[in-house]
């Protein structure tokens, strides 16, 4: 069975870093798409980066970009490094899986895997 099992998170000062890892088991597809989600207090679950185990494709939402990097390992375990961390990165993060390609507008529903959520807040 496949299951999805996030690490990391918790509290950090505006501008660290911060380290989120995904371990994956039960995952036999080769071709699937990682996303790292996050859903603040209030907002809508929104994807922060994305990358197909194809390789070529990845994305970062605007407020991410430049700071934030995902990656995947060989054991389809996928992490998000977050540096430079702003109070407004502060969210329940998590992480998700479909079989084949990214689709870029990350309907929730096109996501058959899921972790729990962990808490990242950014404040001083």
């Known amino acids: 069975q496949e299951r999805l099992a996030v690490s990391g998170g918790g509290s950090v000062q505006p501008g660290g870093s911060q380290r989120l890892s995904c371990s994956v088991s039960?995952?036999?597809?080769?071709?699937?798409?990682m996303v790292w989600f996050r859903q603040a207090p209030g907002k809508e679950r929104e994807a922060v980066a994305s990358?197909?185990?194809?390789?070529?494709?990845t994305y970062y939402s605007d407020s991410v970009k430049g700071r934030f990097t995902i990656s995947l390992d060989s054991s389809k375990n996928t992490y998000l490094q977050m540096n430079s961390l702003k109070p407004e990165d502060s969210a329940m993060y998590y992480c998700a899986a479909r079989r084949g390609s990214c689709l870029w507008d990350f309907l929730l529903e096109d996501y058959t895997y899921w972790s729990q959520g962990t808490q990242v807040t950014v404040s001083s």
């Open positions: 039960g995952f036999t597809y080769s071709y699937y798409c």
């Open positions: 990358e197909y185990s194809g390789g070529g494709s």
